[in-house]
């Protein structure tokens, strides 16, 4: 589970990286929320990104909440 | 900062074990703003699990296990890079409360999901939760703590199985209770015995919870004192029978100015149970008959 690739939020991954270099631009460093093809908006922070996305789709849907950075950062587990 | 310190019988329990706490996992708790007041999305389904304290972790971690068990919303993914190499994880929102202390609650974070193989642990708290506190580590003792943003709460986790006994009794009753506190610890007796914290509140509680959890037995002080305070006498009395599920008995009922009906009344469970009574026992004489049961099951 932890190390398989990505199954589910395929389509939202995909319309990030399409998007990705645009939205550098206008909105580098915001969380982007995404469901489907439709980017809902943009946030200062995980937790008013997270909260838009639960009130529009709902506590129980998956969708992405991403934060729009140049570079993907790796966490540390040791 | 308050400071609160346990008896430890082993520092180096800390060495071998870690700092470890329980916490209670589950869905974000996300509030409805169209609603007075704070009412929850979703009624909140949780798992409790030990969690290790993990400055090595710049993230919270969960095991695959425990997402699939509480059926956690995704929200990304990531990379997660550990000694191994260099794996893709997904990322899940999560709420992490402390039942058993007195910290904020943490009602939605990033958990990454990954395998911990060889850790008897389905959790790792991070350096993104760590961000929210003051972490002590004292080697040397044994202890360590934790002070949250609201400088509330400090807990140093005692190992299991670290007091012989938990006291229940009515506050009413310590002319009786001290004594005999001190003739347990004159024994060598472990005691779970704070008098400071016998008015009811959620410090209490969580400090009877663990109390319970780390004793072996638990006298149970019955007077018309504690008959009269359910409220938080029925808690305890409640850990205590859960302790006694393997079928072991492990509550010591002593009836101070109360009779065998009296107690009957109260809990059917005490029947047929044999109690020892405060006008007609000595304080070495329930001593005596504690460390014998300890022998036993030592």
Same mark, same amino acid.
């Given at each position: 589970?932890?190390?398989?690739?990505?199954?589910?939020?395929?389509?939202?991954?995909?319309?990030?990286?399409?998007?990705?270099?645009?939205?550098?631009?206008?909105?580098?460093?915001?969380?982007?929320?995404?469901?489907?093809?439709?980017?809902?908006?943009?946030?200062?922070?995980?937790?008013?990104?997270?909260?838009?996305? !639960?009130?529009?789709?709902?506590?129980?849907?998956?969708?992405? !909440?991403?934060?729009? !950075?140049?570079?993907?950062? !790796?966490?540390?587990?040791? | 900062?308050?400071?609160?310190?346990?008896?430890?019988?082993?520092?180096?329990?800390?060495?071998?074990?870690?700092?470890?706490?329980?916490?209670?996992?589950?869905?974000?708790?996300?509030?409805?703003?169209?609603?007075?007041?704070?009412?929850?999305?979703?009624?909140?389904?949780?798992?409790?699990?030990?969690?290790?304290?993990?400055?090595?972790?710049?993230?919270?971690?969960?095991?695959?296990?425990?997402?699939?068990?509480?059926?956690?919303?995704?929200?990304?993914?990531?990379?997660?890079?550990?000694?191994?190499?260099?794996?893709?994880?997904?990322?899940?929102?999560?709420?992490?409360?402390?039942?058993?202390?007195?910290?904020?609650?943490?009602?939605?974070?990033?958990?990454?999901?990954?395998?911990?193989?060889?850790?008897?642990?389905?959790?790792?708290?991070?350096?993104?939760?760590?961000?929210?506190?003051?972490?002590?580590?004292?080697?040397?003792?044994?202890?360590?703590?934790?002070?949250?943003?609201?400088?509330?709460?400090?807990?140093?986790?005692?190992?299991?199985?670290?007091?012989?006994?938990?006291?229940?009794?009515?506050?009413?009753?310590?002319?009786?209770?001290?004594?005999?506190?001190?003739?347990?610890?004159?024994?060598?007796?472990?005691?779970?015995?704070?008098?400071?914290?016998?008015?009811?509140?959620?410090?209490?509680?969580?400090?009877?919870?663990?109390?319970?959890?780390?004793?072996?037995?638990?006298?149970?002080?019955?007077?018309?004192?504690?008959?009269?305070?359910?409220?938080?006498?029925?808690?305890?009395?409640?850990?205590?029978?859960?302790?006694?599920?393997?079928?072991?008995?492990?509550?010591?009922?002593?009836?101070?100015?109360?009779?065998?009906?009296?107690?009957?009344?109260?809990?059917?469970?005490?029947?047929?149970?044999?109690?020892?009574?405060?006008?007609?026992?000595?304080?070495?004489?329930?001593?005596?008959?504690?460390?014998?049961?300890?022998?036993?099951?030592?």
């Amino acid at each position: 589970m932890s190390t398989a690739p990505p199954t589910r939020l395929t389509a939202e991954l995909e319309l990030y990286e399409t998007n990705k270099h645009e939205w550098l631009r206008d909105h580098r460093d915001e969380f982007v929320v995404v469901k489907g093809n439709d980017p809902l908006g943009f946030y200062t922070n995980f937790h008013e990104a997270y909260s838009a996305g !639960v009130a529009e789709y709902g506590i129980d849907a998956d969708f992405l !909440v991403k934060r729009v !950075v140049p570079q993907e950062p !790796v966490f540390v587990v040791f | 900062m308050a400071k609160h310190n346990s008896p430890r019988p082993d520092p180096t329990d800390l060495e071998k074990f870690g700092p470890r706490l329980e916490i209670e996992v589950g869905p974000p708790i996300i509030y409805d703003r169209s609603k007075v007041g704070q009412h929850a999305l979703a009624a909140h389904r949780s798992s409790r699990m030990p969690a290790l304290i993990d400055t090595g972790a710049s993230r919270t971690v969960l095991t695959p296990e425990a997402i699939d068990v509480l059926d956690l919303p995704l929200v990304d993914y990531t990379t997660v890079s550990r000694a191994g190499g260099t794996d893709p994880v997904a990322v899940y929102a999560a709420s992490i409360l402390f039942p058993r202390d007195n910290l904020a609650p943490i009602e939605l974070l990033q958990v990454l999901c990954c395998e911990l193989p060889s850790q008897p642990i389905q959790c790792l708290i991070g350096r993104d939760i760590l961000s929210r506190w003051v972490f002590a580590y004292n080697g040397q003792t044994g202890d360590w703590s934790i002070d949250d943003e609201k400088g509330l709460a400090v807990w140093v986790e005692p190992p299991e199985g670290v007091y012989d006994v938990f006291i229940s009794h009515a506050s009413e009753d310590k002319s009786f209770v001290e004594p005999l506190v001190s003739a347990l610890k004159a024994a060598d007796i472990k005691v779970w015995y704070d008098k400071d914290r016998m008015t009811w509140g959620d410090d209490l509680r969580s400090s009877i919870d663990k109390g319970l959890s780390n004793s072996r037995f638990g006298i149970v002080v019955f007077s018309k004192a504690f008959l009269k305070k359910r409220r938080w006498t029925e808690h305890e009395l409640n850990g205590l029978f859960v302790k006694e599920r393997d079928g072991e008995k492990v509550i010591l009922p002593i009836r101070h100015g109360v009779t065998q009906d009296d107690l009957a009344k109260y809990s059917s469970s005490f029947v047929d149970r044999i109690a020892m009574d405060s006008s007609k026992n000595s304080v070495e004489e329930i001593v005596a008959n504690l460390k014998s049961l300890l022998g036993q099951r030592s």
